[in-house]
């Protein structure tokens, strides 16, 4: 066994999506069965499953079932289709088993803003085409702040111990939100992959939003090469400045010609320990903030 398929042991994913997603006629190259039992196999330790469009809790309900030892987690994305951003569809997904909460990634005013992951999906939902950057939701409130129903949103998940992502919110949102999350004591806050085109943080945000106590999520599948965004180099000096402690190593996982979540995690694995990084950060990043973050 190599070393990165060593470091591979007990890593989680917080940052899957099963099938079907967007549509039925989106292809997938797995079922979320297969792709469970290789993460399993690889001797992983858990899997979130996300959906830009429902809520993951039926999915992680039944794989559970059938694979008892191996961690399987909910989450919501509260986008427009999944009852948006808003208080009552955070505790209808916790109701339902959801350990995890995204904000809005397509419904994102600053995903419209920058014709994203939108972009994607409308071949699939034309409807969507009717959904503006007006229409998007964002973090601020009228005077500028933090709304009051962000405010509630993190608040409860504080309370119920949930993750709360911040999806494809521009960088100034992230920020704004994560010194809300630092007066309030939430420590679970994660910075979706900032260095996407989706997001578009600077150096600067990224450090910023660490300092405040985000995670910092870095995904698989900006190194890929359908979507290759971040040169090894500027993933390790991203480490750096964030510090292990505060980085998430995630797939981004789906499409159907993706390589499976394990080697995807692996081979990001074996690139950072060429790149220098340490055994033990690689550890903090796949697995111990991970089970931190999901309180196992």
């Known amino acids: 066994m190599s070393k990165a398929d060593e470091l591979l042991l007990g890593a989680i994913d917080m940052h899957c999506h099963g099938f079907p997603e967007f549509s039925l006629e989106f292809p997938n190259r797995f079922s979320d069965r297969e792709t469970v039992q290789m993460m399993k196999d690889a001797g992983m330790g858990g899997v979130v499953f996300k959906s830009h469009f429902y809520p993951t809790t039926t999915t992680a309900y039944y794989l559970s079932k059938e694979f008892s030892d191996f961690g399987i987690y909910a989450s919501i994305t509260l986008n427009a289709a999944a009852g948006g951003c808003n208080i009552w569809a955070v505790e209808a997904a916790h109701k339902l088993g959801a350990k995890v909460v995204y904000l809005p990634t397509w419904s994102a005013r600053n995903d419209q803003r920058k014709n994203s992951i939108c972009r994607l999906i409308e071949p699939y939902l034309p409807t969507l085409a009717s959904f503006t950057e007006a229409d998007g939701y964002t973090v601020f409130g009228e005077d500028g702040q933090v709304s009051k129903k962000l405010l509630e949103i993190l608040s409860f998940v504080r309370e119920k111990d949930m993750v709360l992502f911040t999806g494809h919110i521009a960088p100034e949102e992230s920020i704004a939100l994560a010194r809300a999350a630092k007066e309030m004591g939430y420590k679970k806050l994660v910075m979706n992959h900032p260095d996407s085109g989706s997001v578009g943080a ?67 694995i074996a690139s950072l320990l060429i790149k220098g990084t340490a055994e033990e950060e690689i550890k903090k990043m796949t697995s111990e903030n991970q089970r931190f973050l999901l309180g196992i």
């Open 202 to 268: 600077k150096r600067e945000q990224i450090k910023t939003a660490a300092e405040l106590g985000a995670f910092i999520e870095i995904c698989a599948l900006g190194i890929t090469p359908m979507y290759y965004r971040l040169p090894l180099d500027e993933m390790k000096s991203m480490i750096d400045m964030a510090g292990a402690d505060r980085c998430i190593l995630t797939t981004d996982y789906f499409f159907e010609w993706a390589a499976p979540v394990p080697e995807q995690l692996r081979q990001m």
